[in-house]
């Protein structure tokens, strides 16, 4: 049976969360997790540090894709743009590392993982916990990545079923 | 008389203008200018097409300094998510090339090119000629990367004068 490896990112200018998960079937094993706590007031060596932490753990754990969450949509522009330049660092590490990258939006996220995109950050943690078999909810930039990464792994499942139907069919 | 060189960039997820600038003394020589034009639709890539378009220019023209526009604050945080991702990737190229990094906003820059912060992009085309005896003047992206060039060896100017001043007095 194909093993499949995911890296989800949960990018941010402060702390980007990461979580890689090993898919085999229906059965996910938790691979790693943590995130990236930059450092300093200067946004430039802030996006160096994501970039070097994701590349690391590119390098590290050799995931086949990335999963990264498309950022909150925030009304402040100025916001918007400093996390903007946070996500390009984490998506250039991903490009660099010469992964495929899909993008998922946090709704889509929640609909994965909890059933409804209106879930709560801690019902992520729950259910991220659950689904892996973790002792404990991963804190929740950790758990937004790794639910990332599940939300990637379900859509490509669904997506070999819907082929599958279609050449029998 | 010391000769430093200033790589100037404007970024922008479509168009990221670039311009190297040579300063002897008062002395200011046109490197190169031009720009990076991204293709395809996918934001990935396109972060990708700007880093190497920067790094490129850095590594063919090895200036001391990365003089780096402050992006418009767009009243769109969907369109600053976007511009801030370019400017990350346009910045991260600085950063890993291992140079000194300033920022000055586009009030700064006109006003150290023209000497009003309101001026036009027709103006500051028209000083960016001028300042650098052109034949004809810049392109609107590459002209505002060369007076983002200009305007940090102005104000190192501004400063060395000041400490000058200040250990005469």
């Known amino acids: ?7 989800g990112i949960d990018p941010g200018s ?38 070097r932490g994701v590349a690391h753990v590119i390098e590290k754990y050799k995931p086949d894709t990335i999963s990264i969450e498309q950022v909150f949509m925030s009304k402040n522009a100025q916001s ?8 390009g660092a984490a998506l250039l ?3 660099h590392g010469q992964k495929a990258v899909s993008e998922y939006s946090a709704l889509e996220i929640k609909n994965a993982i909890v059933g409804t995109g209106r ?15 973790l002792h404990d909810a991963p804190p ?15 859509n490509q499942q669904i997506l070999r079923r819907i082929s599958a139907s279609d050449s029998v069919a």
């Open 1 to 7: 049976m194909a093993v499949s490896r995911v890296l």
């Open 14 to 51: 402060r702390v980007t969360g990461l979580g890689v998960i090993e898919a085999k079937g229906q059965t996910l094993r938790h691979i790693y997790s943590g995130c990236v706590r930059t450092t300093g007031s200067e946004l430039g060596p802030r996006l160096g540090q994501i970039y």
């Open 80 to 87: 918007a743009l400093v996390l903007g330049q946070a996500r």
């Open 93 to 95: 590490a991903a490009i």
């Open 119 to 133: 879930a709560t950050k801690e019902q992520v943690q729950q259910m991220v916990k659950m689904l892996l078999g």
């Open 140 to 154: 929740t930039d950790a758990a937004d990545a790794l639910g990332c990464a599940i939300c990637h792994i379900h």
